[in-house]
């Protein structure tokens, strides 16, 4: 590594040292609201680079990288232009661009002005609006990835249409998936008992929430994982006798903002949305227990699994299990 280089990354890291900080200013509810707004719409980045631009832009209006604007829109980018920092896989960091800060390649000979955001936004809006309702293969997906966290989804409950269901510690199932070419068979480490009369849409945004609940580590991690967690707002039965179900209450609300970022983004037809619910926050909630990072990166894991991106080793299990993690062996398996 030459001293350019060295010194190149270590702007780099100091950057975005400097911004996880700002992060954590994002503890006023109003803050809250602008933010989720924003990452319910930009979905031109994932969740966890929406939280970062707007910390640093919180005028934001839709964020690109310069290819992007070019290739997709053909638009240039400013000379006076602000990047913004974005986290890409392999590589350090990527920059992206607001809207205010490109510019039309090839404007209409009779409309030379500059045109608005909105306007912009209403010859691309088919782009930027997901359709209103469920893709079918969402569903699929969903159950076909669930044994990668050592879930079985027990569809046997029969309550009424409107009830939903819940997850919880549990080896009585069996599990199989393929790893490589190796099939792995094992005990369940979770079972999610969903309603067998509710709809494949009230299904899916069941499994959404109680998925949101494992990510953020308000259930317990069983035995036999390698890297165990802390139950994050344990539940404390004091707190319910005196009326006030606080920690159940912000367990709830993270794993809700999870399942509506997810619906908003998705174009889930959900009929709530993340800033609506977030608005009617329980007072007696403390706004400094709300985990912005952690539920960006549920929003964004849980989409990858839900367009049938999320490979086997990038689940729970083979994170938390070296057994699992061995049955890829083969340099041809690794590949897989």
Known sequence: ?????????KKE??????????IKLYRQTSSYLQLISFISKCTTLGAYNCMLVYTQNPDVKLAMTASKWKNNFKRGIHDTAKPMVTLTPFRPISW???????YNLEPDLFNAEEETFDYFLNRYNSLFEPPDKINPV????ALSAMPFYGIYVDTTIKDAPTSGGYIQLSSEKVIEFTAGKKTITRKSSYIIRINQRASDEAQLMTIIHELG??????????????NKWEIRLPHHPLIDLIGVPANKNMRETEAEIIKELVCSRLGINDHHNAVFYLAGYNDFLDMNELNIEMICKAVDEIERILKGKLKWRDGLLAKQISEIRRAVTSPQEKQE
């Open 1 to 9: 590594m030459n001293i350019y280089s060295g010194v190149k990354m």
């Open 13 to 22: 890291q100091d950057q975005i040292d400097s911004l996880f900080s700002e």
């Open 96 to 102: 992206v661009y607001d809207f205010k800060d490109t």
């Open 138 to 141: 969402f569903l699929s997906n």
């Open 213 to 226: 609940h494992l990510l953020m580590h308000h259930v317990a991690p069983p035995s036999d994982f390698e």
